[in-house]
C-alpha cells in the first residue's frame, strides 16, 4: 500500500516574489526509489520548488506531502523530524568553511546527536573514500579543494546520514565534462547503494541522460511535460526538443524576446 | 505634501526595522534558553571575541590612559588642582572611556566579523545547508554568538579595558608628571566606588548585546553577492557604533543622574 503513495507529492504548488510568479499551480508526484530530473531554463522556478519542500521557503499555496504527510503548517519539530529524512547536494557545495572536511561531512550525525565524534568521523572517512576521496582530505579546510572535490565532498555529507530522499540542485554546474561525468556516475551509485528516492535540477542533458528514471520540464512557472528518460527524445513538445537540443530557435526563445 | 510623505516614509522604514530586530532578538533570546546547545560553538566565539581582541583592546585603553592623564594634568594645573588627577583618570576611564572605547573598538572587529562571516554564508547557502542537515541557525550561529559576547566584554574585555586604561595614566603620571606612586595608588582606590565598576560592567553587558545583536542581524539578513556582505558588515558597524553611544548615555543616566 505504501508504494501507492508517492514518496513526494506536490499539488497546486504557488510561490510568488511580489508580482513575479514563480509557480503557479505545480503538480509532480516523485514515487519511492525513483530519480526524477527537473529540467527547465534559468528562473524558470526549479530551485524555488526544491526550496519549498525543504521547507527554505514558505509556499503561497498549494500542498506538500512527504509520505503522504501534509508539510505546509506542521511545527518546527515536526518538520524537522521530516527533514533528517532528507541529504541535499547544493550547487555551490555550501560547504562550512570554518569545518575540516571530516566534520563538513559528519555535520548531519553529530547534528542529530546519532554518533559520537569518533564514530562521526570514522563514517565520514568511509563516505569520503565512497566518493573516491582519499582518508588524507578529510582534515583539511574546504577551502583547499578543487570544486570536483568540492562537489565530491557536499556529495559525501549528502549520503552521510543514509537518508531516505536526495536532492540534487545543478550538481554538475562549473565543473569539466570529464569531473561531470564522474560526478553523474557517483551521483547514481550512491542513490543506489543508500536506496534514496532522488530529485535532481539541472540544465545538463547529459546529467539527465545519466541520472534520471523520470523527467520533469518546468517552464512558465509550470510542469509542462512530465515522462521517463527514454521518452524525452519523442514528447512531441517544441518546448522539449528546443532545450534538450540547445537550440536558439523555438518557442522558447521567442517567448523570451517577447518579454 | 511631499516633504510629509517622505517623512512618513522614513519613519515607517525606522519603526519596520526596529521592529525586525526586536523580533530577531527575542528569537536568539529563546533560543539560548531551549536546547540543544552547542557548548564548542560557544567556546569558539567566546575565544574568537574575548581572548583575540584583547591586544587592539588593551593598546587602545593605555594610550588612551595616558593622553588623559597628560590633558587633566595641564588643565588642572590651570587652577592648581594637579592632585586630582588619579581620580579623574580612574573615574574617566571605568564610568566612561574604558567600556566605550572597548564598545567601539570590538564593534569595529566583532560586529563586523560576525556580518562578514554570516553574510557569505548565507550568499553561498551554507545557512539553508544547516537546515537540511536538522540544525537551526539561530541556536548554531546566533545564540552562541549573542551569547559569547555578552559575557566576555564585561568578564574579560571591559575589565582589562580599566585596567590598562588606568595604568597608562599611572605610567605617565609616575614617570613624566612627578606623581608618588603609593599616592597615586591610594588616590585610585580611595576614589574608586563599586558603583563606578557596576556601571562599567552593566555597559560593557549592553554594549556586549548591541556589538553581537547588530552584526548577527545585518549578517543574517544579507541578500545578493559580495556587494551586499559588504553593506551588511558596513551597516552592522555603524548601527553598532550609534547603539553603543545611545545606550551609554541611558545607562549613565539610570546610575548617575542626581
Given at each position: 500500500m505504501s508504494d501507492l503513495i508517492p514518496k513526494i507529492s506536490l499539488k497546486g504548488l504557488n510561490k510568488s516574489f511580489g508580482d513575479k510568479v514563480v509557480l503557479d499551480s505545480v503538480d509532480l508526484d516523485v514515487m519511492t526509489g525513483e530519480s526524477m530530473v527537473i529540467i527547465g531554463g534559468s528562473g524558470s522556478g526549479k530551485s524555488v520548488t526544491l526550496k519549498c519542500i525543504l521547507g527554505l521557503l514558505e509556499p503561497d499555496g498549494g500542498s506538500i506531502k512527504i509520505d503522504g504527510?501534509?508539510?505546509?503548517?506542521?511545527?518546527?519539530?515536526?518538520?524537522?523530524?521530516?527533514?533528517?529524512?532528507?541529504?541535499?547536494?547544493?550547487?555551490?557545495?555550501?560547504?562550512?568553511?570554518?569545518?575540516?572536511?571530516?566534520?563538513?561531512?559528519?555535520?548531519?550525525?553529530?547534528?542529530?546527536?546519532?554518533?559520537?565524534?569518533?564514530?562521526?568521523?570514522?563514517?565520514?572517512?568511509?563516505?569520503?573514500?565512497?566518493?573516491?576521496?582519499?582518508?588524507?582530505?578529510?582534515?583539511?579546510?574546504?577551502?583547499?579543494?578543487?570544486?570536483?572535490?568540492?562537489?565530491?565532498?557536499?556529495?559525501?555529507?549528502?549520503?552521510?546520514?543514509?537518508?531516505?530522499?536526495?536532492?540534487?540542485?545543478?550538481?554538475?554546474?562549473?565543473?569539466?565534462?570529464?569531473?561531470?561525468?564522474?560526478?553523474?556516475?557517483?551521483?547514481?551509485?550512491?542513490?543506489?547503494?543508500?536506496?534514496?528516492?532522488?530529485?535532481?535540477?539541472?540544465?545538463?542533458?547529459?546529467?539527465?541522460?545519466?541520472?534520471?528514471?523520470?523527467?520533469a520540464m518546468i517552464y512558465h512557472s509550470n510542469i509542462i511535460w512530465t515522462g521517463p528518460k527514454d521518452k524525452i527524445d519523442q514528447s512531441g513538445s517544441d518546448y522539449i526538443d528546443q532545450f534538450i537540443n540547445g537550440k536558439a530557435e523555438g518557442p522558447i526563445k521567442m517567448e523570451i524576446l517577447k518579454g | 505634501?511631499?516633504?510629509?510623505?517622505?517623512?512618513?516614509?522614513?519613519?515607517?522604514?525606522?519603526?519596520?526595522?526596529?521592529?525586525?530586530?526586536?523580533?530577531?532578538?527575542?528569537?536568539?533570546?529563546?533560543?539560548?534558553?531551549?536546547?540543544?546547545?552547542?557548548?564548542?560553538?560557544?567556546?569558539?566565539?567566546?575565544?574568537?571575541?574575548?581572548?583575540?581582541?584583547?591586544?587592539?583592546?588593551?593598546?587602545?585603553?593605555?594610550?588612551?590612559?595616558?593622553?588623559?592623564?597628560?590633558?587633566?594634568?595641564?588643565?588642572?594645573?590651570?587652577?592648581?588642582?594637579?592632585?586630582?588627577?588619579?581620580?579623574?583618570?580612574?573615574?574617566?576611564?571605568?564610568?566612561?572611556?574604558?567600556?566605550?572605547?572597548?564598545?567601539?573598538?570590538?564593534?569595529?572587529?566583532?560586529?563586523?566579523?560576525?556580518?562578514?562571516?554570516?553574510?557569505?554564508?548565507?550568499?553561498?547557502?551554507?545557512?539553508?545547508?544547516?537546515?537540511?542537515?536538522?540544525?537551526?541557525?539561530?541556536?548554531?550561529?546566533?545564540?552562541?554568538?549573542?551569547?559569547?559576547?555578552?559575557?566576555?566584554?564585561p568578564l574579560m574585555l571591559v575589565i582589562v579595558a580599566d585596567t590598562i586604561g588606568v595604568l597608562g595614566g599611572y605610567l605617565i603620571a609616575t614617570s613624566k608628571l612627578g606623581f608618588n606612586s603609593g599616592n597615586y595608588m591610594k588616590s585610585t582606590i580611595d576614589f574608586l566606588e563599586a558603583i563606578d565598576v557596576m556601571a562599567s560592567l552593566t555597559k560593557a553587558c549592553v554594549f556586549g548585546f548591541f556589538i553581537s545583536l547588530m552584526g548577527c542581524y545585518h549578517g543574517f539578513n544579507t541578500r545578493g553577492g559580495a556587494q551586499g556582505v559588504g553593506i551588511s558588515t558596513t551597516n552592522a558597524v555603524v548601527s553598532a557604533c550609534i547603539m553603543i553611544l545611545l545606550s551609554n548615555y541611558v545607562v549613565t543616566e539610570m546610575f548617575f543622574s542626581s
Open positions: 504527510k501534509e508539510m505546509i503548517g506542521i511545527s518546527d519539530t515536526e518538520r524537522k523530524e521530516i527533514l533528517s529524512k532528507f541529504g541535499m547536494l547544493f550547487q555551490g557545495g555550501a560547504l562550512f568553511d570554518s569545518l575540516p572536511v571530516w566534520e563538513n561531512v559528519a555535520f548531519g550525525l553529530l547534528a542529530q546527536r546519532l554518533h559520537n565524534r569518533a564514530d562521526a568521523k570514522e563514517i565520514a572517512i568511509e563516505k569520503l573514500r565512497r566518493v573516491g576521496l582519499s582518508p588524507d582530505v578529510a582534515i583539511l579546510n574546504p577551502a583547499e579543494l578543487s570544486g570536483g572535490m568540492q562537489k565530491r565532498v557536499g556529495l559525501a555529507r549528502a549520503i552521510a546520514a543514509n537518508p531516505e530522499i536526495i536532492f540534487f540542485d545543478e550538481p554538475t554546474t562549473g565543473l569539466d565534462p570529464i569531473m561531470s561525468d564522474v560526478i553523474n556516475e557517483l551521483i547514481v551509485e550512491c542513490v543506489k547503494d543508500v536506496g534514496a528516492t532522488a530529485v535532481t535540477i539541472t540544465h545538463d542533458m547529459s546529467s539527465v541522460r545519466k541520472i534520471a528514471d523520470n523527467v | 505634501m511631499n516633504f510629509l510623505a517622505v517623512i512618513g516614509r522614513v519613519v515607517i522604514s525606522f519603526l519596520r526595522a526596529a521592529g525586525r530586530i526586536g523580533l530577531f532578538a527575542v528569537n536568539a533570546f529563546t533560543h539560548m534558553v531551549r536546547p540543544p546547545y552547542y557548548p564548542r560553538e560557544l567556546l569558539k566565539q567566546m575565544l574568537h571575541i574575548g581572548y583575540y581582541s584583547l591586544p587592539v583592546v588593551g593598546l587602545t585603553t593605555l594610550f588612551t590612559g595616558a593622553a588623559l592623564a597628560v590633558n587633566i594634568f595641564e588643565g588642572s594645573s590651570r587652577f592648581n588642582a594637579e592632585s586630582t588627577l588619579p581620580t579623574i583618570v580612574v573615574i574617566g576611564i571605568v564610568r566612561e572611556l574604558g567600556p566605550t572605547l572597548c564598545g567601539l573598538i570590538v564593534a569595529g572587529r566583532v560586529s563586523a566579523s560576525m556580518a562578514a562571516e554570516l553574510g557569505t554564508m548565507r550568499v553561498t547557502e551554507q545557512i539553508d545547508a544547516l537546515h537540511t542537515l536538522s540544525t537551526d541557525p539561530f541556536k548554531y550561529l546566533i545564540a552562541p554568538r549573542i551569547l559569547a559576547t555578552i559575557i566576555m566584554m
